[in-house]
């Protein structure tokens, strides 16, 4: 099984993402992870990426790829991609992509919050974990950035007939296991 997760920052893409991977046995592939350790490196490139991250911009693609590179293709059992595509242009990069690989993505699930929800979400991450780009000012630019360029995908998923939305705001186990089931009626065999 290959899925997809999107939604705006905050809303749990990540946490549902390693849920899911770890109840099926898929891997669990983030963009936004994969970035920041490879922007905890001593090298130029690691630099140019850790102050590209504090922007709340999104990175250049090329960028992207390279650092998420392999892990797509390695994933044998399945993935859960988290944090691409995040515009048109890397959506239908992707699908390409996935055409030439031979590679099915079974469903993309849509998490929804609202702006001021994952804000608090985000603020108090920032007080626990000091991630760089959950300051007022970055968090703010990461949601414009989500509704002009990444809100548009969902668009791009729903016209394929892949999109499965799913309210992000219950709490983190109603939310796994709203969408277990709805994966279960629609992948019985899984
Ligand atoms: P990325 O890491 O993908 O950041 P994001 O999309 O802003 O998402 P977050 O990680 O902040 O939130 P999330 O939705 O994963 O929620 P989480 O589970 O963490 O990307 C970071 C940056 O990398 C981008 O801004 C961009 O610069 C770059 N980048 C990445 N991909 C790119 C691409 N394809 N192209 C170009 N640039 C790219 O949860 C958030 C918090 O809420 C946590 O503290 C969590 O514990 C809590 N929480 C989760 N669920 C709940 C719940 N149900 N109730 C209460 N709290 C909850």
């Known amino acids: ?29 983030s963009s936004g992870s ?10 130029p490139k690691a630099k140019v990426i850790r102050d590209l991250l504090r922007t709340g ?21 399945g993935f ?26 079974d469903l993309v699930i849509y998490l929804t919050l ?7 979400r985000l603020t108090k991450r920032a007080a626990v974990e000091g991630r760089s780009d959950d300051s007022e000012g970055v968090v ?8 002009s360029q990444t809100q548009p995908v969902i668009e791009h998923y729903k016209t394929a007939g892949k999109l499965l939305e799913i309210d992000g705001a219950p709490p983190i186990e109603v939310i796994f296991q709203d969408i277990i089931g709805r994966l279960a009626d629609k992948f019985p065999q899984q």
Request: glycine share 8%.
């Open 1 to 29: 099984m290959n899925l997809i997760v999107l939604g705006p920052p905050g809303s749990g893409k990540g946490t549902q993402a390693k849920l899911i991977a770890d109840k099926y046995g898929l891997a669990h592939i």
């Open 34 to 43: 994969l970035l920041r350790e490879f922007a905890t490196g001593d090298t």
């Open 57 to 77: 911009e999104l990175l250049p693609f090329e960028t992207v790829l390279e650092v998420v590179g392999a892990r797509i293709l390695e994933a044998k059992q």
């Open 80 to 105: 859960v991609l988290d944090g691409i595509p995040r515009n048109k242009a890397q959506a239908e990069y992707m699908d390409t992509y996935f055409r030439e690989n031979k590679i099915e993505v």
């Open 114 to 120: 609202s702006d001021q929800e994952a804000t608090t």
């Open 140 to 147: 703010k630019e990461r949601l414009s950035v989500y509704h």
